[in-house]
T-cell receptor, first 111, second 115 residues
């Protein structure tokens, strides 16, 4: 699976949009981009995933560049409960079943 | 939907003792995964099952570690002769079999402290 690069930490003001970048320059055509987050002392929580097109659900939006080498997770109106570690993961659609986590981005929402 | 359940949530043991963790996946999920997470790190894959078959094991899963899923439902992860380095959060996840996108649902984890 392709490796991802994320900033170690970010801050965002409460009520503003939080934009979390992820670089996956070696991604291949059959690899999905997944985002999970982990709130302190809890298990990781699935947020969203995408292959080529931008995606939106009730939690967030995922913007994938046209060359698919990077993506951005957008939390439109961040709240204090969004403070967590956010993991960007790339995983093949075939064969290898596990998700490989990096160290993620620690997002702190500031009141 | 009760989600993925893990038990116990916390375990404190002395070095050299054996410990066992249990995971109950979402009922219709036939894939089950174990991960380990140490402080400041992301979760690390240990092993995964499809039904009762253990299909992949990480090199992190030393001989002291054994995982089972005897009837394809719940799973246990046993650590024998625990060492202080085994102190970590042990996470279980489950998923449906699916080609393409495969979303894992994680439990809250079992935190192990080895004294």
């Amino acid at each position: 699976d392709a490796k991802t690069t994320q900033p170690t930490s970010m801050d965002c003001a409460e009520g503003r949009a939080a934009n979390l970048p992820c670089n996956h320059s070696t991604i291949s055509g059959n690899e999905y981009v997944y985002w999970y987050r982990q709130i302190h002392s809890q298990g990781p929580q699935y947020i969203i995933h995408g292959l080529k097109n931008n995606e939106t659900n009730e939690m967030a939006s995922l913007i994938i560049t046209e060359d698919r080498k990077s993506s951005t997770l957008i939390l439109p109106h961040a709240t204090l409960r969004d403070t967590a570690v956010y993991y960007c993961i790339v995983r093949s659609a075939f064969g290898n079943e596990k998700l490989t986590f990096g160290t993620g981005t620690r997002l702190t929402i500031i009141p | 939907d009760t989600g993925v359940s893990q038990d116990p949530r916390h375990k404190i043991t002395k070095r050299g003792q054996n410990v066992t963790f249990r995971c109950d996946p979402i009922s219709e999920h036939n894939r089950l995964y174990w991960y380990r997470q140490t402080l400041g790190q992301g979760p690390e894959f240990l092993t995964y099952f499809q039904n009762e078959a253990q299909l992949e094991k990480s090199r992190l899963l030393s001989d002291r570690f054994s995982a089972e899923r005897p009837k394809g439902s719940f799973s246990t992860l046993e650590i024998q002769r625990t060492e202080q380095g085994d102190s970590a959060m042990y996470l279980c996840a489950s998923s449906l079999p699916r080609i393409g996108a495969n979303v894992l649902t994680f439990g809250a984890g079992s935190r192990l402290t080895v004294l």
